[in-house]
């Protein structure tokens, strides 16, 4: 019973797909322990993700209950939600008895950093929503620590939630790092099984959809992200994810105007941690590049650039604007180096792929936008092919930017914008750019 409590305690599940055996579920259910309700609502909304669209909750002929039922195609990735489908939740509160969790983290906060702490204690304690607006390498993540701690040890339940698998895998460890004996689960699509009441959650925003006034606090990473800033529905799985009164933080960037505007309670941070600037991005032209790789030859400059970085042995990223074009890429890049590899969105094996550049046993990544952000590399260099597509909005472009010069040791990265003709989307990253530069430096 202690087990199936601290699963679903602030979870909202399907009754069929629990991972605890059904004599026990039902039997739970019987004592009154668990709430049971429908998957979709009388009104055609889905109970779990909320969605009403007429496009997304769809009729069909169901051979479970033998009638037309609806089920909702939005959160359908996560198990079939359907009018004859039921979802349980966890009745009864969790108490959790105030202690004074372990705190391990030698590092020391710069001014700023510790100016942007204070300020975020101090909206927490008014239980006020607040935004960290820090560049790209200003050590967000650590200022976050002492907050999160005094948080933990007052008994709140914590969600850090972030739109990329990429970043919630990149949190995990250090978090774990930092606060050892603290419950502490990482949720992301296919993410293993792990025991335990978690009093700190790490997720992407999607997981939000099996939750239900869960958190205390939420702390919201990249909110500028896609496809958190284009799915409204994720910001509904926030809402719904908290306590009546909890507090939401949002860290980023590049926030959005609408963001910046909403939230009175902000903190700015223009300078990277270690005191440096920047890099700038360089503008280069890389005419006709895609007719070059449709005829299976890499671009003189981009060619040069790359042996460059091999022959000074400097990791190195090289951004892309499709699938299709890193696919093409791939082998034409291999016969320079058969180490350098190929990540995207649909690739399994990209953890791994990005643990091997950071532990130098490849010497670069082909990727597409999916490793824009929560990934730091330790000298990495940085190119982006096509700069000028439209894919690549400026705050994409700053964060894509953002991966390099992040080291202390290493802080001045160069940043290559290749491209086709400027795109006012480039002009716009570069200026923001030296905008945080003068900023910092004031």
């Known amino acids: 019973m202690k087990e199936l409590e601290d699963f679903l305690t602030g979870r909202i599940w399907l009754r069929d797909f629990t991972p605890f055996a059904p004599e026990s579920v039902e039997q739970a259910i019987h004592d009154g322990f668990i709430a049971v309700r429908p998957g979709i609502m009388e009104s055609l909304q889905c109970a779990r993700c909320l969605n009403r669209s007429k496009n997304n909750i769809v009729s069909f002929n169901c051979a479970k209950c033998e009638g037309v039922c609806h089920y909702c195609r939005h959160c359908i990735r996560m198990g079939r939600v359907s009018s004859c489908t039921d979802l349980i939740t966890w009745k009864e509160p969790h108490a959790i008895t105030p202690y004074s969790h372990s705190f391990i983290w030698n590092g020391e906060l ?3 950093q510790q100016q942007a702490s204070n300020e975020l204690k101090q909206s927490l304690r008014r239980n006020e929503p607040h935004l960290v607006y820090a560049v790209c390498g200003a050590g967000k993540t650590e200022l976050l620590f002492p907050p999160l701690h005094g948080a933990l040890s007052e008994g709140k339940r914590i969600c850090i939630a972030a739109p990329r698998t990429d970043v919630v895998l ?4 250090r978090l774990k790092a930092v606060f050892p004996d603290t419950i502490i689960h990482t949720l992301y699509g296919g993410s293993p099984a792990e025991a335990g009441f978690a009093q700190l959650v790490l997720a992407t925003t999607h997981q939000l959809y099996r939750f239900e006034q869960a958190f205390d606090l939420m702390i919201v990473d990249e909110a500028d992200a896609f496809p958190y800033s284009y799915d409204p529905a994720l910001a509904g799985a926030v809402k719904k994810s908290l306590k009546a009164n909890a507090p939401v933080v949002y860290v980023s960037a590049t926030p959005s105007k609408e963001l910046m505007g909403s939230i009175a309670n902000q903190s700015k941070i223009f300078r990277r941690f270690h005191g440096h600037p920047l890099p700038v991005p360089v ?3 890389l005419w006709n590049y895609r007719k070059s790789f449709h005829s299976n030859k890499i671009p003189a400059k981009l060619d040069e650039w790359v042996k460059q ?3 000074k042995e400097q990791p ?3 951004f892309f604007p499709t699938i299709e074009m890193i696919g093409m890429a791939e082998s034409l890049f291999q016969s320079i180096d058969p180490r350098i590899r190929a990540v995207h969105s649909k690739d399994p094996d990209r953890k791994e792929k990005v643990m091997a550049l950071r532990n130098r046993e490849i010497p ?4 597409s936008t999916i490793l824009e952000r929560g990934v730091t590399i330790e000298n990495v260099q940085v190119a982006i092919v096509g700069a000028d ?4 909005e400026a705050s994409a472009l700053i964060q ?4 390099s010069g992040r080291s202390s040791a290493f802080p001045d990265g160069e940043v290559v914008f290749f491209h086709n003709g400027i795109s006012r989307q480039m002009d716009k990253a570069r200026d923001l750019i030296k905008f945080y530069n003068r900023e910092g430096f004031k």
Not at 170 to 173: Q, T, V
Not at 389 to 392: P, V
Not at 400 to 403: F, K
Request: charged letters at 20%.
């Open 110 to 112: 710069t001014d700023l």
């Open 170 to 173: 990149e949190l995990s460890p």
């Open 400 to 403: 894509m930017a953002g991966r």
């Open 364 to 367: 670069g990544i082909l990727t």
């Open 309 to 311: 970085r091999l022959a």
């Open 316 to 318: 190195f990223m090289l």
């Open 283 to 285: 503008f280069q032209s």
């Open 389 to 392: 597509e439209a894919i690549f």
